[in-house]
């Protein structure tokens, strides 16, 4: 099958979603989006084979699944809501078509509850299965929520999981298949797409995607808006499976709670008048200084994810 | 040097432009770029170090410029105004800070005079260098032009280059490293960006970037359509360069400008009525039917470019 084919039967995927078409879509030399914001947010991760999926461990759904939600959560994460992805595929003639079908499927259901879709692309032949996603979004009428507003006296909070992913990851690395809860968070990040906008609306002053781990992903936040960030342990969720795991694997949980990515939890700062309601959970507090102190002291665990390895 | 390092390195060499700067740039969750016209155009390329550029046939700024260009131009064939760029990058190890910096700098300086800048990437390890680049762009208010719109009574026309960079790549095959001019075209393809909105003003019904091949690109136009188009060789540019090339190699050059693609031209369909002025070339017209027909046959040359290979 040449690449028109390949392209033929994978847009046949995407353009089975229920969401609102766009006003190009797949087939043109360029998708055409709604924008009514008069802003776009746009975002782009790479996913290489061996390094940030093994086939042996996720499904092509999952993986189709993970690389959508990686980007989409980028989107959530400035206040904005997700519109569409566009997919660049590398495939290495072993793969088979029905693999790359279930990729898409897995985008086109990370996508569908969003109302957002698969709006182009490109596949091209490599000998390393590469997966490019670029998503993206609208703020409608909302400015975005950078990395570089936290002010002293803010409080620090997050909503979605933590450490669930890490300790899936360190669960396949054993060679196990279960528990399947963190097994599950490591193949299927589940992010809290809809508190993005959310806390852009309750007044959030900085916010984060936890991709690289939370106390790496506050590390950003803490040099873009040049302050310190303190987080108390004894806040966070520490769930009895991610105990239950560590104790298995004789590994403490709390670092994969701290430094765990892949979960796509959101971290934000709020003004410290206003903490933000359920399901968010202050965690700690911006003051002055520089860079995050875990339980008044610096942290030296490992600090989180380096994509570049 | 890390993850980190690596993309302060290159994002300090986006910085560099003197092209407007976007709301949010590289260095957050996303990128917030400007949208007036409430619509986004958006689309997507990867390049794969060894099937669509040589290391040792371009340099670094080249393969950016290039990879630039051809996203670059897929804007431009909607009728669109280019506004930004996000770049993935896999990286091997062996592959220098300097080459990608290099890089960094051909997609600026490709960027730069259409007032569009680098917003965004990613940067991952992998086995294979893999260029990812999509392309963002705004219609200002008029409507994307399609593949879809030829109507039977329309003209043919094209503006750009054509055959160059297959004349290049020729040459380049042989172990030749001239002349120049043909080699240099296949380095850095030179679309006429410009002509894509203007043609959408002068009324174009349907436009393609040429990527393919003219023929090929046309054959999609036809297809989309659902009509024919009926092409005159005898009003094609066969310049004398392309001409000696041909002669030096023992290949007819008019394949070159049938079926070369990378040179990014833009073909277009006009109203016969009004067709459309200089530097478009008028070369053949729409009829009923349905495909290409070249000086009255099938072409059956080879078609154009299949990047699935």
Redesign the interface.
Same mark, same amino acid.
């Given at each position: 099958m040449?690449?028109?084919g390949?392209v033929e039967r994978l847009t046949a995927r995407f353009a089975a979603s229920t969401a609102p078409e766009p006003?190009?879509g797949p087939?043109?030399?360029?998708?055409?989006?709604?924008?009514? *914001?008069?802003?776009?947010? $746009?975002? !782009?991760? +790479?996913?290489?084979d061996g390094?940030?999926f093994r086939r042996d461990w996720s499904t092509a759904e999952d993986v189709g699944r993970k690389a959508a939600a990686q980007n989409l959560a980028?989107?959530a994460?400035?206040g904005?809501h997700p519109t569409?992805l566009?997919?660049?595929?590398?495939?290495p003639p072993d793969i088979q078509v029905a693999w790359l079908e279930a990729l898409a499927d897995g985008m086109r259901a990370e996508c569908e509850p969003l109302g957002a879709r698969v709006?182009?692309?490109?596949?091209?032949?490599? *000998?390393?299965l590469?997966v $490019?996603v !670029?998503? +993206?979004?609208d703020?409608r009428g909302r400015d975005?929520v950078?990395?570089d507003g936290a002010r002293p006296g803010d409080v620090v909070a997050y909503t979605g999981r933590l450490g669930w992913a890490a300790a899936g990851l360190a669960v396949l690395g054993r060679g196990f298949r279960s528990p399947v809860g963190v097994v599950a968070a490591h193949r299927r990040p589940e992010p809290p797409y809809a508190e993005g906008p959310r806390a852009a609306g309750l007044g959030a002053t900085a916010?984060?995607?936890v991709s690289d781990g939370l106390v790496a992903d506050l590390q950003h936040v803490a040099v873009?808006s040049g302050v310190g960030i303190e987080l108390d342990t004894a806040r966070l969720e520490l769930p009895a499976k991610l105990r239950d795991v560590g104790t298995a694997l004789g590994i403490d949980p709390m670092t994969w709670v701290l430094a765990g990515g892949e979960d796509h939890a959101l971290a934000a700062t709020f003004p410290g008048a206003s903490p933000p309601p359920e399901p968010w959970r202050v965690i700690g507090r911006v003051a002055r200084g520089r860079g995050v102190v875990v339980d008044g002291s610096a942290y030296d665990a490992p600090g989180g994810w380096?994509?570049?390895?």
């Open positions: 040449g690449e028109f390949l006003a190009v087939g043109d030399d360029a998708a055409v989006l709604a924008a009514p *914001d008069g802003r776009v947010v $746009a975002t !782009t991760d +790479l996913l290489v390094r940030h980028d989107v994460a400035m904005a569409g566009l997919v660049g595929l590398a495939v709006v182009g692309g490109d596949v091209v032949r490599c *000998d390393t590469t $490019a !670029t998503a +993206l979004g703020l975005p950078r990395r916010m984060v995607d873009a380096d994509h570049f390895r």
